[in-house]
Structure formats: structure tokens, C-alpha cells
């Protein structure tokens, strides 16, 4: 009887030894990796939304660039028409 009790103690206190563990050795670093994710994805959508705002200004520059560019080629080709 009295063996029989002991081994419940043993088997609640090393429950409890790894339940302690894992709230106070696991759950942090799994909580920190998790926030740490969440901060990567975060930046890197900034990221990537900048990207995109910055190619979306370039490709109008560009644009405005290529009609002045034509224009100029028009107005040149034209030059050598008339000589």
C-alpha cells in the first residue's frame, strides 16, 4: 500500500516536473519563434508593398520617357525626309 502510494507521488511530481519545463523552458521559445514569424512576414509585406509602388512609379517614368523618346525619333525621321 504504502508502495503503491509512492509511486502516485513520483508519477504527480514528475508530471508536474514537466509540465513546469514546458511552461517555463518551451512555451517562450515557441512564443518568441512565433512572434518572431509574424515580425518577418510583417516586414517583408512592407517590403514587398514598397517594392511594387516603386515599380509602379518606374514604368510610368519610363513611359513618359518612351513617348518623349518617340516623339523626338518622329520629329528627327522627319528632318530627314524634307532634306
Same mark, same amino acid.
Given at each position: 500500500m504504502l508502495v503503491g502510494i509512492a509511486r502516485i507521488f513520483t508519477? !504527480? *511530481?514528475? +508530471?508536474s516536473a514537466f509540465v513546469l519545463f514546458i511552461y517555463y523552458f518551451l512555451l517562450p521559445i515557441? +512564443?518568441? @519563434?512565433y512572434?518572431? =514569424? $509574424?515580425?518577418?512576414r510583417a516586414h517583408q509585406s512592407g517590403l514587398m508593398l514598397r517594392l511594387n509602388? +516603386? !515599380? *509602379? @512609379? %518606374? &514604368?510610368?517614368?519610363?513611359?513618359?520617357? %518612351?513617348?518623349? !523618346? $518617340? =516623339?523626338? &525619333?518622329? +520629329?528627327q525621321s522627319a528632318q530627314t525626309v524634307i532634306r
Open positions: 508519477w !504527480l *511530481a514528475g +508530471s515557441i +512564443s518568441q @519563434t512572434h518572431a =514569424c $509574424r515580425a518577418l509602388e +516603386s !515599380l *509602379a @512609379t %518606374f &514604368k510610368e517614368k519610363q513611359a513618359q520617357c %518612351f513617348v518623349n !523618346l $518617340r =516623339c523626338i &525619333k518622329r +520629329s
